[in-house]
């Protein structure tokens, strides 16, 4: 295991993200988010490209240290497809300086920050959007895996001597063939760079109050008899040791052996794991 290459210009990073869009989708979220899941879903992605962008900053050049692609998978044709729009429509791989002028548009985010004094105010922030949420048709996850791993393929052979690529996939339910999906997600666990395997990581998350299964180490830590979670569990990466240092950073628990994995995840849970897998190099 190596996973020590910091990004950087020269060997920039690349983290893929996928965004289960079926019709489930449109269910709410469960927990206190407000939308349903496709929105936090969405919402939480934005968040993410917006702050990796802001960490690209190199006082006014933005760098490119990372590499991006986001694969939906369902909508109307049961398939996977660049989930950007817009200008980035027919990029499949994005880098930060065209991630950054290709918004779809900029909304106004209300955050509450430090007034200096030990209290809060709420002032306005710009917010970019890339991903809207859609939510339609079944879930083709062995689709959307084969397609990561055809873009990991691809753009491993061209950056050897880069941290391995990052899958980041988001679902709430069963895919439409666990089988097939299984076997194209371990494909996918099989390419990698000099510095190691790609890392897959899973996000489940739900309509329900249910207890939470966040990174676990082994499957004895799974809901009994849930076939899914172990599902999950099976095709979710040990989070290496720069990895599991940033989830102890973002609040997690974390042991050796700990896999990329929550399950029953809320809005702030999903949003650690993209944490991890996306800001884990970024120094």
Not at 5 to 19: D, F, K, M, Q
Not at 45 to 67: F, H, Q
Not at 110 to 137: C, H, M, R, T
Not at 244 to 256: H, P, W
């Amino acid at each position: 295991m190596a996973y020590t290459v910091p990004l950087s210009g020269e060997n920039p990073g690349y983290i893929i993200i996928l965004i289960d869009q079926s019709g489930s989708m449109g269910d709410p979220f469960g927990g206190n988010a407000g939308g349903t899941k496709a929105q936090e879903c969405a919402k939480a992605v934005n968040r993410v490209l917006r702050e990796l962008g802001m960490a690209c900053v190199s006082g006014e050049t933005i760098k490119n240290r990372c590499d991006i692609s986001v694969i939906g998978y369902g909508n109307s044709g049961d398939r996977a497809y660049n989930a950007f729009t817009g200008n980035l429509a027919n990029k499949p791989i994005v880098n930060m300086q065209e991630l950054a002028k290709n918004a779809l548009r900029v909304e106004t985010l209300k955050v509450k920050v430090s007034d200096g004094a030990g209290g809060l105010v709420e002032q306005n922030e710009p917010f970019p959007v890339w991903i809207e949420p859609i939510d339609s048709g079944g879930t083709p996850m062995t689709q959307a895996f084969e397609m990561a791993d055809q873009l990991a393929n691809d753009w491993s052979k061209n950056h050897p001597n880069s941290f391995p690529p990052v899958v980041i996939n988001i679902t709430d339910g069963e895919p439409n063939d666990q089988s097939s999906a299984k076997t194209a997600a371990l494909k996918l666990k099989q390419l990698g760079t000099n510095d190691g395997k790609v890392l897959v990581l899973n996000a489940h998350i739900t309509s329900k109050r249910a207890a939470r299964v966040e990174l676990p180490p082994s499957a004895s830590d799974l809901p009994n008899g849930d076939n899914y979670a172990q599902f999950l569990f099976d095709i979710s990466s040990e989070l290496p040791p720069v990895m599991l240092e940033r989830a102890s950073a973002v609040g997690f628990e974390v042991s050796a052996g700990s896999r990329g994995f929550v399950y029953n995840a809320d809005a702030e849970t999903m949003i650690r794991l993209l944490d991890i897998g996306t800001k884990a190099k970024l120094r």
